[in-house]
Antibody, heavy 117, light 109 residues
Framework: QVQLQESGPGLVKPSETLSLTCTVS????????WSWLRQPPGKGLEWIAY???????IANPALERRATISVDTSENQFSLRLSSVAAADTAVYYC???????????WGHGTLVTVSS | ENVLTQSPDTLSLSPGEGATLSCRAS???????LAWYQQKPGQAPRLLIY???NRATGIPDRFTGSGSGTDFTLTISRLEPEDFAVYYC??????????FGPGTRVDIK
């Protein structure tokens, strides 16, 4: 059974860069789709970006100037970098796998990132 | 952007009752790429239904997805205690590529 685990700082200062890593265990990264989504406390879900295991990426236009995702298939990891963060970026961040390119079938537990000085 | 609207906001029901949740899109969803997720407090969402009508692996048959075009429905035939949660619909296509509805909360009456 594939498992995903997010890791990274739980507190980031405004204007700095948020960096998270997702470690995938129990399965290969190919030939799947890998995404980052987030959920502000008490609110709904927002898709940030996704990539095919080969490295091609697509980001949410609302975030694409600030969001970068990358994959390291040799380490079974993929990462998110979100630059110039503000309080509105405070959220639980999820790493997610898609067997199909159109939905999300395996989720990490999520990690809360708070943006505050 | 393909905006998804879910109704009702909250559904208060008793175990054993049936539930009908609605998801309406502002534009036609290509190839019925509409999914439903269940989220319990403190947990990640779980995929229930994909491509409008297909149950995901391990999902009980009391969950049924239907609909096409812009109007979709998730039906839970007989609510079990573990079904009380928030349900989100999600579409694929357009820009941004993925959008979610605001959710419907199913509460115990």
């Amino acid at each position: 059974q594939v498992q995903l685990q997010e890791s990274g700082p739980g507190l980031v200062k405004p204007s700095e860069t948020l960096s998270l890593t997702c470690t995938v265990s129990g399965g290969s990264m190919s030939p799947y789709y890998w995404s980052w989504l987030r959920q502000p406390p008490g609110k709904g879900l927002e898709w940030i970006a996704y990539m095919f295991y080969s490295g091609s990426t697509i980001a949410n236009p609302a975030l694409e100037r600030r969001a970068t995702i990358s994959v390291d298939t040799s380490e079974n990891q993929f990462s998110l970098r979100l630059s110039s963060v503000a309080a509105a970026d405070t959220a639980v961040y999820y790493c997610v796998r898609g067997t199909r390119h159109v939905d999300f079938d395996y989720w990490g537990h999520g990690t809360l990132v708070t943006v505050s000085s | 952007e393909n905006v998804l609207t879910q109704s009702p906001d909250t559904l208060s029901l008793s175990p054993g009752e049936g539930a009908t949740l609605s998801c309406r899109a502002s534009h036609t969803i290509t190839s019925n790429y509409l999914a439903w997720y269940q989220q319990k407090p403190g947990q990640a969402p779980r995929l229930l239904i994909y491509e409008a009508t297909n149950r995901a692996t391990g999902i009980p048959d009391r969950f049924t997805g239907s609909g096409s075009g812009t109007d979709f429905t998730l039906t839970i035939s007989r609510l079990e205690p573990e079904d009380f949660a928030v349900y989100y619909c999600q579409q694929y296509g357009g820009s941004p590529l993925f959008t979610f509805g605001p959710g419907t909360r199913v509460d115990i009456k």
